[in-house]
């Protein structure tokens, strides 16, 4: 069973690739130093002798293994097609150990031969590094034929995978023959492993309130549009879908698991007891208790300002700073921003350590930490300057240690400037949430009986 992924690799030094090989220092006229540096890393991480088994799986298709950086650029060289994508990047992943290295490679080879071999040159690796044996499959984004560009977009995607498919039925090996749909993005997969909010846990949220004080679906519409969820149930639709506030993505219901799809959420909701308005109604009845105990928001209260403002932001997200996370019920509009609370948490802990109460306040203390950057950015170039000369080795030593303290020094000043800019660009929005809170709040206050 073969896995096929492709990517475009631009000329970014940020590449996730590119600590894995070292550029070479050689330059060719017309090239960026990013273009060179992205070739040049991902035809090294291809080729990684580690990997590769001193290279006993590396083919070349249309130029050489070794000079295939040189080659690929004179080809774009030639036709004046130097920037933008340098080159694609196609892996192919068998299942464990359901092939041998050689027919991997094998495979890997006649699959590029038949999808670029005709018009680009190409660079086929098979790596062994792994508990899966998989192709890396490296092609110049320029045709030495014609000199068009290789035009990335989905129906290229399927051929590859078509051709991937074909070539492993030919020779008797699996494949899916019902792929499923695009998965979970892996940065929301590790953030809800970490137990971190999400918009798609904090969707299952809502909609498990929704469907538990619903005996219907028009109740459930209701309950929904109190979350400040937008939402489209039209049969005649495949699938349902409901909009976070503040978003403009909508998100399948079905792509939020097993227990969301559009029959799940129906059979849940139609398997309510009556009961579920009564408990509604007592939960919107109950009144609170009044204690004279001096309580967490008094003492936010009792601040001032900027430090007042997030304080009470952080308390109504539950997660003050000094404090364990405290589960709440939060208000639909503050829903997302639990994405959110650790930086608003140490904004609070910013403002309070240098004692910020205005925006006055905060334009003085971002100014004193840019004139602190510059002077230490100084200082550190000053002494970088000096161990380009010949020194004791004490003294060199001694110049270093001040580098990494000021670097150091540089690092905490950089961070507090990103939280002062921060809070410059966020207060606004806090403010205006936080007025929508205690707005509603109040608004329901009036409505219950007394």
Not at 85 to 113: L, R, W
Not at 279 to 308: A, P
Not at 386 to 404: G, I
């Amino acid at each position: 069973m073969a896995v096929t992924k492709i990517k475009r690799i631009r000329g970014n030094p940020g590449d996730p690739l590119s600590y894995i090989g070292n550029p070479e220092k050689t330059r060719n006229r017309g090239f960026s130093e990013a273009d060179r540096q992205a070739l040049a890393d991902i035809i090294a991480y291809a080729a990684d002798e580690k990997k590769t088994e001193k290279q006993y799986f590396t083919t070349g298709i249309n130029c050489d293994v070794e000079n295939a950086r040189e080659q690929f650029n004179i080809t774009k060289l030639s036709f004046n097609k130097t920037g933008g994508i340098v080159c694609g990047h196609c892996m192919q992943s068998f299942d464990g150990y359901e092939v041998t290295p050689e027919v991997a490679h094998e495979i890997g080879v006649q699959m590029a031969k038949e999808l670029w071999g005709d018009r680009f040159q190409v660079v086929v690796a098979t790596h062994l590094n792994t508990n899966n044996v998989h192709n890396h499959i490296v092609f110049n984004s320029v045709s030495f034929v014609d000199g068009k560009r290789f035009h990335f977009c989905t129906e290229e995607t399927m051929r590859i995978r078509a051709v991937s498919d074909r070539i492993c039925r030919e020779r008797n090996l699996s494949v899916i023959e019902h792929p499923e749909g695009k998965r979970v993005p892996y940065s929301l997969y590790k953030m809800e492993k970490a137990g971190m909010p999400t918009r798609y846990n904090v969707a299952r949220q809502a909609l498990d309130e929704a469907i538990s004080v619903s005996a219907n679906m028009e109740e459930f519409k209701s309950e929904l549009k109190k979350r400040g969820y937008l939402y489209q149930f039209n049969p005649r639709r495949k699938y349902w879908t409901v909009t976070p506030p503040g978003w403009t993505k909508a998100i399948r219901t079905d792509r939020l698991g097993d227990q969301y799809t559009r029959e799940m959420i129906q059979q849940r909701i139609f398997s309510n007891d009556i009961g579920v308005r009564m408990q509604r109604m007592r939960n919107e009845c109950r009144s609170t208790n009044h204690y004279d105990l001096k309580r967490r928001i008094d003492k936010i209260m009792g601040r001032s300002g900027l430090e007042k403002l997030y304080l009470r932001y952080c308390y109504e997200l539950g997660y003050l700073p000094k404090y364990r996370q405290n589960p709440v019920r939060l208000h639909a509009v503050l829903k997302e921003e639990l994405l959110k609370c650790d930086l608003y948490s140490e904004e609070a802990k910013f403002l309070a350590r240098y004692n910020i109460s205005t925006k006055e306040d905060l334009e003085k203390k971002m100014k004193s930490l840019m004139e602190d950057y510059s002077s230490i950015s100084a200082q550190r170039s000053e002494l970088r300057q000096k161990l380009r000369r010949k020194m004791p080795v004490e003294e060199e030593a001694q110049c270093r240690e001040k580098v990494r303290e000021l670097t150091a020094e540089l690092k905490d000043t950089r961070k507090e400037l990103k939280l002062c800019r921060d809070i410059r660009e966020r207060s606004g929005q806090v403010e205006r949430n936080l007025e929508t809170v205690i707005e509603d709040r109040t608004r329901g206050k009036e409505r219950k009986p007394l």
